[in-house]
Structure formats: structure tokens, C-alpha cells
């Protein structure tokens, strides 16, 4: 089936330790996006991706970095450097400007310990 | 700057009842304007988005939804309301001109339905 997954979809985390997310699609699509979501704040875009080595930040990148070395790949780090890391993350991708939707995966809950 | 307001932050409605829920967007030209709907612990599934042309449109799910240039909205409106639509409901808008997938999001209206 075609579609996004995200990885893990529960991680758990102590103080002061990095984790990576995985996010994983096969629509082939070449713009990818990184959300954070808190209650009550809807959703927040971390990082996004137009194409294959290329990102960019997004309105709250601070604290954590991503990749895009392959198109089906882009994973977000959530580094010790991010001060309320615990929150759900939602990865998309863009179905390109004539549809203008975005297409999201199931989304991972982090909570640091 | 551009923002997206959902001013319900949580609405109840009885099993049955119609359903309305408000979206208002800052925005310096017409965007693009999506609903969605989010299941707990899920993610986001597309309602129903406008682009141009008629400005009421049709979603999945019985849905429906209603540009209004004059007074920068784009209400999400449902006639009878089942006990599965309970969830949270998004409203997005995205930049014509930017040519990315960026979209604001409005902060959510949660649902509940009463049997």
C-alpha cells in the first residue's frame, strides 16, 4: 500500500539524550515535512524538505536537525538541545501544487523521562 | 503575518444535530483552504480543500465547506452529525505563491458527540 511510516510510534527518552524518527514514504513524493504538535497549539512545522539533500528550517527547528539522503527518507533527530521535547510528531508529504494537499503519517509520541 | 483562528477550542452537538465549525484566516491573497480531521493518537486525514471555482465544496464523510472571501472564512459544516465524527478538526491554509506544501494550521476544534 502506498502512504508514510513513521517510526517508532511510542519512544520514550531520558534527560539529555538524542533520538531519531523515522519517517518513510512510498508515494514518491519529493517534498517532505516535519510537524510538532502540542494541545491546544495545532500543529507546528519543524523542518521540510523540497528534494533529495536539501532542507530547510521551519518555524521552530531549534533543537533538532534532519536528513534527506534518499527521497523515501527523512528522518528528524530530536536533540538534548531541545528544551520540551515531549510532544507527538507527524510527518507529511506534499502531493505537489496541483493537489496542494498534504499527506500525513500516523505520527510518533515522544516522551522524555 | 499569515494566521489561521478555529475561535471553538471545543464543541459538544447531540447525536444527530447539524455541526458548524468556524475557520478565519489572515492572509494577503486568496490561499488554498483545507479541512482535516484527526482521530486520537492518529494522524491528519484530508476533509476537503478549495482551490478556486465554486466556492462551496464538498468533502468525504458528508462533509462540507464554505468559502467566504468577504469575510476571510471557510466554515466546515456537516447536517447531521454521527457519534464517529467526534475527533479533532483542523482548518489549514497554504500560500499559492510559495510553491511548497508549508500550510498554517489553526490550533483545532475538538469534537464531542452526545448519544
Known amino acids: 500500500d502506498g502512504g508514510i511510516t513513521q517510526s517508532p510510534k511510542y519512544l520514550f527518552r531520558k534527560e539529555g539524550q538524542n533520538v531519531t524518527l523515522s519517517c518513510e514514504q512510498n508515494l514518491n513524493h519529493d517534498a517532505m515535512y516535519w510537524y510538532r504538535q502540542d494541545p491546544g497549539q495545532g500543529l507546528r512545522l519543524i523542518y521540510y524538505?523540497?528534494?533529495?539533500?536539501?532542507?530547510q528550517k521551519g518555524d521552530i527547528a531549534e533543537g533538532y536537525s534532519v536528513s534527506r539522503e534518499k527521497k523515501e527518507s527523512f528522518p528528524l533527530t530530536v536533540t538534548s538541545a531541545q528544551k520540551n521535547p515531549t510532544a507527538f510528531y507527524l510527518c507529511?508529504?506534499?502531493?505537489?501544487?496541483?493537489?496542494?494537499?498534504?499527506?500525513f503519517g500516523e505520527g510518533s509520541r515522544l516522551t522524555v523521562l | 503575518a499569515q494566521s489561521v483562528t478555529q475561535p471553538d477550542i471545543h464543541i459538544t452537538v447531540s447525536e444527530g444535530a447539524s455541526l458548524e465549525l468556524r475557520c478565519n484566516y489572515s492572509y494577503g491573497a486568496t490561499p488554498y483552504l483545507f479541512w482535516y480531521v484527526q482521530s486520537p493518537g492518529q494522524g491528519l486525514q484530508l476533509l476537503l480543500k478549495?482551490?478556486?471555482?465554486?466556492?462551496l465544496v464538498q468533502g468525504i464523510k458528508g462533509f462540507e465547506a464554505e468559502f467566504k472571501r468577504s469575510q476571510s472564512s471557510f466554515n466546515l459544516r456537516k447536517p447531521s452529525v454521527h457519534w464517529s465524527d467526534a475527533a479533532e478538526y483542523f482548518c489549514a491554509v497554504g500560500l499559492r505563491s510559495s510553491n511548497t506544501g508549508k500550510l498554517i494550521f489553526g490550533q483545532g476544534t475538538t469534537l464531542q458527540v452526545k448519544p
Open positions: 507529511a508529504t506534499w502531493g505537489g501544487p496541483n493537489t496542494g494537499e498534504l499527506f
Open positions: 524538505s523540497q528534494i533529495v539533500n536539501d532542507f
Open positions: 478549495y482551490f478556486s471555482g465554486d466556492t
